[in-house]
């Protein structure tokens, strides 16, 4: 069984004239949501195994703050460059090239690559993954390489706005 989390990076900022789209940081809304959604994951007791992410500034932020909160260090987030500019197929790819060691994996990106990723890879249809919300999908599969729609198990999907109560 693989575990697949796939999390769209929380709310960026656009006040930075002068930065390119790589390094638009986080603003204060996506700097509270993504710990709060590492809350609601460790809430379920989720322990990923390997946590990767995009380059860009905002992916690599979300997914320190969600880190921190799944106890899980964050100096061995791994970096990988495809996931910036990935369309469905190329992340397909990299989700496919991830290391079977690794039962679970939390990938953090950007949209609308993570949207037609799930809908790709799940018979659960979605619009549009806001910000900092986050998709489960089990594969009944040994290797990243079998993972496919057809042994595909949508799990969970959760957002910032399911918790605004809390």
Not at 119 to 142: E, G, I, K, Y
Request: negative net charge; proline residues 7%; aromatic residues 8%.
């Amino acid at each position: 069984m693989k575990t697949l989390y796939l999390m769209r990076h929380a709310k960026s900022s656009w006040n930075f004239d002068g930065l390119s789209d790589k390094e638009r940081p986080l603003n204060s809304r996506g700097r509270a949501d993504a710990p709060h959604m590492g809350q609601a994951l460790a809430s379920r007791n989720i322990q990923p195994d390997l946590l990767v992410s995009s380059p860009a500034v905002r992916a690599l932020s979300t997914a320190a703050l969600v880190a921190k909160e799944l106890n899980y260090p964050p100096d061995s987030i791994q970096v990988i460059p495809g996931i910036y500019e990935a369309d469905a197929e190329r992340l397909f790819d990299i989700i496919t090239e991830l290391p079977d060691e690794a039962s679970s994996v939390l990938l953090v990106g950007h949209n609308p690559t993570l949207t037609d990723t799930v809908n790709m890879l799940s018979t659960r249809s979605l619009n549009d993954m806001p910000t900092a919300a986050v998709v489960c999908l089990h594969f009944h599969a040994d290797q990243w390489a079998q993972v496919h729609r057809a042994n595909s198990e949508f799990y969970f999907y959760d957002y910032p706005k399911n918790h605004h109560d809390e």
